[in-house]
């Protein structure tokens, strides 16, 4: 008898556990989630411009990455008929305008490269609801996105920094801040208006 009691105060709370949980609003978990992973993206990003500690002094992953972004910036400027120029100091990758030798340029690092913003943005992804392979291929879709515009910013950037410098400032904190987050912001609504009800469950 005894025995039955305790079972079935042991289910009893079973089932109220599971009331709880499956109770939980949606949102809440989403939330919940989505705080979790950026504290362990976050995390992660504080220890990943170490990576190349693994690598030995041969490579130097991130930096290649930084030079990857300043050549393709420089190309959109080459197209348009702009001699460019990129430079290398330390970490640092600088991308400059030929005939204007006393700008300072624009120099590509963190966070400037953007790996910090495609974690944050695949994060969502992630933890909202939807297919896995819809998550997987528009989440390399929304970094290409991310990636390109980002591209575009630093021509942009490196073109005011020579030829209007006063303007530098405000178009690198606001203008592009503007434009990258509000991409990202644009993309996350196309996943949850379109693409997160193709699926009930992750």
Known sequence: MLSLVINYHLN?????????????????????????????WFTFYHFL??????????????LGFSKLLGHQSNFILEILGINTILEING????????????????????????????????????????KILNKVWFILFGILILHILNVIRIATLTYIAAVQPLWLNFNHNITFQVIIYGAMGALWLIWIKKLSKTEKSN
């Open 91 to 130: 970490e640092m990758v600088v991308t400059k305008l030929v005939d204007y030798p006393y700008n300072h340029g624009v120099w590509i690092g963190e966070p400037c490269n953007g790996i910090k913003i495609f974690g944050v943005f695949s994060i969502f992804i992630i933890c909202f609801q939807g």
């Open 12 to 40: 009893q709370k079973i089932n109220l556990r599971k009331l709880i949980i499956s109770s939980i609003h949606p949102a809440a978990k989403f939330i919940l989630l989505f705080l979790i992973g950026l504290i362990i």
């Open 49 to 62: 411009y170490k990576i190349d500690l693994f690598y030995g002094d041969s490579q130097n992953t991130l």
